[in-house]
């Protein structure tokens, strides 16, 4: 029985929302039709209403003969139904026009009344006013009018606000055919806009993201925000394990390599005195190499500890400028055995709450990267505005394929074509920086430079 619930299947929902739209627009048009239509029954009148004809009849042609015809007849009639308490209508059946002493929205339709001559017999006219009687034979100024006498009913509001204000009944159908429509429209995108919420954390590294009350649901759209919540617990969770295992690993070597350079160190003390440059060469190399294992290790250490949600940034005042101006020190000595500069323009007393240590490395790290690869020049600018502190770091090298450019900020990734594996990086300098930033609430891309080399745009909100 669960694969005929409606609650389990979209595409019942809609088949259901639209027959139930369908069926309440057509009944909502038949009920208004029968609210706001003029129809006007005719009925047989009984006797006492024919006594009753007579008498008001009677009345009223007294009440014109004692002022001998010279009467203003609509007010005569309001004022003579407010004493009887009736709605009084005269009409004159050569004019075809009706007298009424009743507000315009309240007079009914004059075309029945009109159509009814003298010769006709008294009948009973009910309309959506109430009921009136007539004709009733009034004479004045030789002339002949026909009377009909009647006691208002309520028309209903539907049928008040017609005549006083007729664009309040568009505007309340309108209003209940939005609430429909935004009723159904809000259960299908609500959950389409969590699962969209989710999806942007997830691509922001938020990978305990999940999809709230959309999983709940029993449809097709609940069915994909659970499969949704079991990719984002099988992708953290493989993603934690390879995490562990890389942090775990380089734990691990750092014992035998310690052990490695403490080897090497005594065998270099044991040849000091014996004239074997072989032997000499072959060990300077090993510990070059072990001393790469080791920033290797630290690196990935290091971007294991930040790649951490639960690792933050330490907040404090920094006075940026002077960070960076120092960093730029170091680097352009650097610059220099390679036998290329770096240069600097700096705004001053530029102030930034954050982390030294992971601005300073990714600082770092970015420069290095820009010395390896530039010809000749690197430049480092900084500037402050109202809203964010902004970093650029250019060189003069050759760039960086436009497929990569997106691709070089992720771990052990190496851009082949101008990058060369000489470097002897490994991948890890530019995700160091890219964590640091991110720890910061910051964002940092890469683009080429339409004259050639790499451009590294660094973003820190002040907020």
Not at 10 to 36: H, R, Y
Request: glycine share 6%; with cysteine; aromatic share 6%.
């Amino acid at each position: 029985m669960s694969k005929l619930n409606p609650a389990n299947h979209l595409s019942i929902k809609l088949f259901l929302w639209f027959w139930l739209a369908t069926l309440s627009i057509i009944g909502a048009s038949v009920w208004f039709t029968n609210q706001l239509r003029d129809e006007v029954r005719f009925a047989p009148i009984r006797k006492e209403q024919v006594r009753d004809v007579e008498r008001y009849t009677e009345r009223l042609q007294t009440f014109i003969d004692r002022r001998q015809g010279m009467v203003d007849l609509e007010p005569i009639l309001q004022q003579l139904g407010r004493r009887f308490q009736l709605a009084l209508i005269l009409v004159d059946p050569d004019n075809k026009t009706l007298l009424s002493g009743l507000p315009r929205h309240l007079r009914p339709s004059d075309e029945p009344f009109i159509s009814i001559s003298a010769e006709t017999p008294p009948l009973a006219l009910d309309t959506s006013f109430g009921q009136f009687m007539g004709p009733g034979l009034i004479q004045m100024d030789k002339k002949n009018y026909l009377l009909f006498i009647g006691r208002l009913g309520k028309p209903g509001p539907l049928g008040d606000m017609r005549r006083q204000h007729p664009g309040v009944l568009l505007l309340l159908a309108v209003t209940i055919s939005g609430l429909l429509c935004f009723l159904f429209a809000r259960s299908l995108l609500n959950p389409i806009r969590q699962l969209q919420l989710a999806s942007q954390k997830m691509a922001r590294g938020e990978l305990g993201s999940r999809v709230g009350s959309a999983s709940e649901r029993h449809d097709e759209i609940g069915q994909l925000g659970r499969d949704f919540n079991h990719m984002s617990e099988q992708v953290e969770s493989l993603l934690a394990k390879q995490k562990r295992l890389l942090a775990d690993i380089s734990h691990e070597l750092r014992s035998p390599l310690t052990r490695l350079q403490l080897s090497i160190g005594i065998m270099q003390q044991q040849i000091d005195h014996v004239d074997d440059s072989h032997t000499r060469a072959s060990l300077e190399r090993i510990e070059k190499e072990a001393i790469q294992m080791e920033i290797l290790i630290g690196r990935v250490l290091l971007l294991s500890r930040w790649d951490s949600p639960e690792v933050k940034a330490q907040r404090e005042w920094l006075d940026l400028s002077g960070l960076l101006a120092s960093i730029v020190s170091d680097a352009q000595f650097e610059a220099q055995g390679q036998h290329k500069q770096v240069s600097a323009q700096i705004s001053e007393s530029i102030k930034f709450k954050g982390d030294e240590q992971m601005l300073a490395s990714a600082v770092e790290n970015i420069l290095r990267n820009a010395i390896t690869y530039a010809k000749q020049h690197v430049v480092l600018t900084a500037k402050q505005d109202e809203q964010c502190i902004l970093l650029e770091i250019s060189d003069d090298g050759p760039g960086i394929a436009s497929q990569d450019l997106n691709r070089i900020f992720d771990a052990f990734y190496r851009e082949s074509s101008a990058r060369e594996r000489h470097s002897g990086g490994v991948g890890l300098g530019l995700a160091i920086a890219h964590q640091a930033i991110l720890k910061h609430q910051g964002s940092i891309r890469a683009h080429n430079q339409a004259s050639g080399g790499l451009v590294v745009q660094i973003t820190l909100p002040l907020t």
